[in-house]
């Protein structure tokens, strides 16, 4: 079955860093495009980073720009989001998604706190 396991969540303090994975199964990894998404507390699930099923292109939200760098190895079925300077407003789980067509999963998302 399909399957997306996010790991690498946790508590951080302000600044620092942290690198999140996602690890597929069940469905032909290279062939989607593979984002990451997150969700605050009494906020909407919000786009983070995205990134094209060669890994050629991708994209940020304005709020993470120049401080989280989304790659993805088609070898291992694996996508990641590495996040530097973190801050409190990047407090939120934070889930995976994948998409292809008419087709789309997603993780159970894992939980990121900023917090010193």
């Known amino acids: 079955q399909v399957q997306l396991v996010e790991s690498g969540g946790g508590l951080v303090q302000p600044g620092g860093s942290l690198r999140l994975s996602c690890a597929a199964s069940?469905?032909?990894?290279?062939?989607?495009?593979m984002s990451w998404y997150r969700q605050a507390p009494g906020k909407e699930r919000e786009l983070v980073a995205i990134i094209t099923s060669t890994g050629s292109s991708t994209n940020y939200a304005d709020s993470v720009e120049g401080r989280f760098t989304i790659s993805r190895d088609n070898a291992k079925n694996t996508v990641y989001l590495q996040m530097n300077s973190l801050n409190a407003e990047d407090t939120a789980v934070y889930y995976c998604?994948?998409?292809?067509?008419?087709?789309?999963?997603w993780g159970q998302g894992t939980q990121v706190t900023v917090s010193s």
């Open positions: 998604h994948a998409a292809f067509r008419l087709y789309d999963h």
């Open positions: 069940g469905f032909t990894f290279r062939n989607y495009a």
